[in-house]
């Protein structure tokens, strides 16, 4: 935990955190070596994915507002049973091409799977054919919201890891519920009662 905490970017030097020889460990030198990312959002990536991936697992899957893509470049690697994976946002980042240089020198077959699209979330969703899951992480604020509205549009299996909360408003909502259990989990016990009223 010490170190899952830290926001400097992986670097060569920390080889010796992942020194096995699994895919994960062998994944995580490859970033390192690259400085791609900061051991914080690799840490909540990973957790993310081994919290979701099962309910998650889908032909094609997508990554909104997905910023370097981390998380859905590891359903590319380590799932055999997804076929597609979609990384959405509205601009590519320099830090997605370390990342997807990282994932390609340790796991080849993800050259076959991963789509960068920069566009909105709803211009994408016209082309979507079959089965298909969704997440988002740190999707900023409202982001999250939307990315809940179109996976119901589409009948999607989503999950979130929000953040931002600071800019999202519901004026339906109690404000003594706010003040009672605070305005962040407010929010996301609002959201969960969404979910639900959709099945």
Do not use: N
């Not at 789509?115 to 740190?138: R, T």
């Amino acid at each position: 935990r010490s170190i899952a905490g830290r926001r400097d970017r992986m670097a060569p030097r920390w080889a010796h955190w992942f020194s096995t020889d699994s895919l994960m460990d062998r994944f995580a030198r490859a970033l390192s070596i690259r400085y791609a990312i900061d051991m914080k959002e690799f840490a909540e990536s990973v957790e993310f994915f081994q919290r979701v991936r099962r309910p998650l697992r889908c032909s094609t899957v997508m990554d909104m507002c997905c910023g370097h893509g981390l998380t859905g470049i590891l359903f590319a690697i380590f799932e055999r049973d997804v076929q597609k994976v979609l990384l959405v946002d509205r601009r590519r980042p320099e830090s997605f091409e370390r990342v997807y240089e990282a994932a390609l020198a340790v796991a080849p077959w993800v050259a076959d799977k991963i789509e960068f699209k920069e566009c909105e979330m709803q211009s994408v969703i016209a082309d979507i054919e079959g089965p298909v899951s969704m997440l988002g992480v740190h999707a900023c604020g409202v982001r999250t919201d939307e990315i809940l509205e179109v996976s119901r549009s589409i009948k999607a299996s989503v999950a979130v890891m929000p953040c931002c909360h600071a800019s999202v408003k519901y004026g339906e909502r109690p404000k003594s519920f706010d003040e009672t259990i605070g305005r962040e989990l407010a929010i996301d016990i609002d959201r969960t009662y969404v979910l639900r009223s959709h099945g």
